[in-house]
């Protein structure tokens, strides 16, 4: 059976109430069977496994349309319950994943170039103590020998 207009509104305000113990629970199935009886109360005749799909649905279809719009905010969604979804869960880590890795970039980015030290173009650069030894044996000392090496 598909959901009404109502029905999705009911259910967003039902999940909006009962985000925190979504997420902090493994076994939900309980909290899908509340929030599936209180749809019931409103006149809507929906399961638990249906409640579950449809939260999952209104997930999948919140990370594509933040998806499209881009790290930049691009053109804003039209879906009908974005804005009612980022509200309910925008804030989510899970959920902020473009914005984490761009923040994350721009930190490490700040990071290396305060820290980096670069010397002016007149200032010489140090010298070694010691000059490594070339992997390259040299002709000039061997020239005429035939040793191995």
């Known amino acids: 059976m598909g959901w009404s207009e109502g029905a999705e509104l009911a259910i967003l305000e039902l999940w909006a109430d009962r985000v925190g113990e979504l997420r902090g629970l493994r ?20 399961n638990a496994r ?17 998806a499209e719009m881009g790290p930049s905010g ?8 974005y804005e009612r979804m980022h509200q309910i869960i925008g804030g989510f880590k899970s959920n ?24 002016s173009p007149g200032t010489p650069l140090p010298s070694p103590s010691s000059p490594l030894p ?16």
Do not use: C
Request: glycine share 4%; charged share 20%; no cysteine.
């Open 27 to 46: 076994k939900n199935a309980h909290v899908y069977a509340e929030m599936a009886a209180n749809l019931a109360e409103l006149g809507y005749t929906h």
């Open 50 to 66: 249906d409640v579950q799909v449809k939260l999952q649905n209104f997930s999948q279809r919140y990370r594509k349309e933040t």
């Open 74 to 81: 691009g053109s804003p969604s039209t879906w009908v319950h």
């Open 96 to 119: 902020l994943h473009t914005e984490l890795t761009l923040e994350s970039i721009d930190d490490s980015s700040k990071a290396s170039s305060s820290t980096a030290s670069v010397p």
């Open 134 to 149: 070339s992997p390259v044996p040299s002709t000039s000392a061997s020239a005429g020998t035939n040793k191995k090496i």
